[in-house]
């Protein structure tokens, strides 16, 4: 997931640049507002990867500075972007370490150049710490949390990711797929790929092989019987 928050308290240029993050395809949500104190709360509740604050704000509320002083003490992953159109506050934003500057008049090429770069550190830094695995489909970017998968099974030369709501295709194999999940998947069958914590119970077929049932979903994976053996030493 990618999640941007923007602060920018003119209408016009608060849509010009909702408009313009959304259209990058690994943004998965955007949460746009004109005032410092709710951009605290939005930081605080979504947590979003990167937040692009205008400095300058009406008199009386929370400037872009302030907002980004209590984001960066809160979450110092997420990139600040200060919007603006003086340098005369850069000395000031030092504190918080911004990642970049937008200066105004906004330039649209410049600007998905940026949120696209930023998106793929993120996505590296994120991917150290929270185990995902990507799907790229047109124009969309799918992140896919692998404790919310059931299991995987190899169809041709792709794979079909079950999750508890939908099946997802990876134009992967599953060998492929195998490497870059975390420990608690298990490779129980040539075809089969089973997430060990949603495994509800493990029975045997008349033809010597096991069927694999998960909680709360009502499809079944395979298990061979050599990888039985393995699967009772590890549970």
Do not use: W
Request: glycine share 2%; hydrophobic share 40%.
């Amino acid at each position: 997931m990618f999640e941007v928050l923007i602060l920018e308290d003119e209408e016009y240029n608060r849509e010009f640049l909702k408009k313009i993050v959304g259209e990058v395809p690994e943004v998965t949500a955007v949460y746009a507002t004109s005032s410092g104190e709710e951009a605290v709360v939005l930081a605080q509740k979504h947590k979003p990867n990167l937040a692009l604050l205008d400095i300058e704000l009406s008199p009386g509320d929370f400037n872009g500075l302030t907002v980004a002083k209590s984001i960066f003490s809160n979450d110092q992953d997420c990139f600040i972007v200060f919007i603006t159109g003086y340098t005369k506050y850069a000395l000031q934003s030092f504190a918080v370490h911004p990642y970049d500057f937008i200066v105004k008049p906004i330039n649209k090429a410049k600007l998905k150049t940026l949120v696209v770069e930023i998106a793929e550190k993120s996505n590296k830094q994120g991917n150290n710490s929270l185990d995902v695995i990507i799907l790229k489909k047109k124009a969309k970017v799918l992140y896919i949390a692998q404790k919310d998968i059931m299991f995987i099974e190899k169809y041709n030369n792709e794979a079909l990711i079950h999750t508890h709501d939908e099946v997802y295709t990876a134009y992967q194999t599953l060998d492929e797929i195998g490497n870059s999940v975390n420990s608690s998947f298990f490779r129980s069958h040539k075809s089969y790929l089973i997430n060990l914590d949603k495994v509800q119970k493990v029975s045997k077929n008349s033809n010597r092989s096991y069927q694999v049932s998960f909680y709360d979903y009502n499809r079944t994976a395979m298990m061979s019987r050599d990888k039985f053996k393995q699967y009772l030493q590890i549970v």
